[in-house]
């Protein structure tokens, strides 16, 4: 059983999953794992209901993420975590192909923006050597593929190959950990370590920079 092979690794997991296909855990896993529900708009009533139950009878860890790609969108979440009460969550934008324009209004970066985000010399420090989303993450997929980052090429899988293997991997010939931002026009660009690192915004949009810094 996948989830069994999962219980054996000591270290703390997280379980991602649609509030419509939330996976029960029997009472003997339910001390390494939590849950990060994801929640896409509209929504089914029913189900959303059903889910609330269940992760209430799991009684495990859990937080929620909001996939957002309109202002209609942020609406509907804003009346769903008051009306349940809900703690810890995130919104989290989504590309559709067709809200570009949702995007340059409330993701992309402006001069203002860089500057006014606190950074220390530990995190500029952080940017030029890693990928703060990316790094030291591993995501293993129902069949057993394990990824650094789902967009990027596959280290190996779990039935093959040993995980040490596959850190080994993507430190030295992956794409994920260790993406800076040492591109065009990222490169030539004063702010260059003070932005977060690349994420996968930039990959689904196509575009190296979402900012309104450099064009």
Known sequence: MF???????????????PYTGIIP???????????IISVRFPIDRQQWDTSIQLLQNQRLPFEYTFEISSDNDYQQAKELIEEC?????????????????????????SKKDILSSPISIK??????????YDFGKINIMPNGDVYANVNH????????????EMVH????????WLNVRT???????????LCPS??????????????HVKK
């Open 25 to 35: 855990l029997e009472r003997a896993f339910k001390t390494e794992f939590s849950y």
């Open 153 to 164: 090429p596959v280290l190996g899988t779990i039935y093959t190959s040993s995980i040490l």
């Open 3 to 17: 989830v069994s092979f999962l219980d054996q690794l000591p270290l703390a997991k997280t379980i991602r999953c």
């Open 198 to 211: 690349p994420s996968d915004y930039e990959i689904a949009i196509g575009c190296p920079n979402l900012c």
């Open 85 to 109: 009460g809900i703690e810890k969550y995130q919104l989290k934008p989504v590309y559709t192909g067709d809200n570009i324009h949702f995007f340059e209004e409330n993701v992309f970066l």
């Open 123 to 132: 995190d500029i420090f952080a940017n030029q050597s890693m990928n703060i």
């Open 183 to 193: 591109q065009t026009p990222c490169d030539n660009c004063l702010y260059q370590w």
């Open 169 to 176: 991997k993507e430190i030295d010939e992956g794409r994920s």
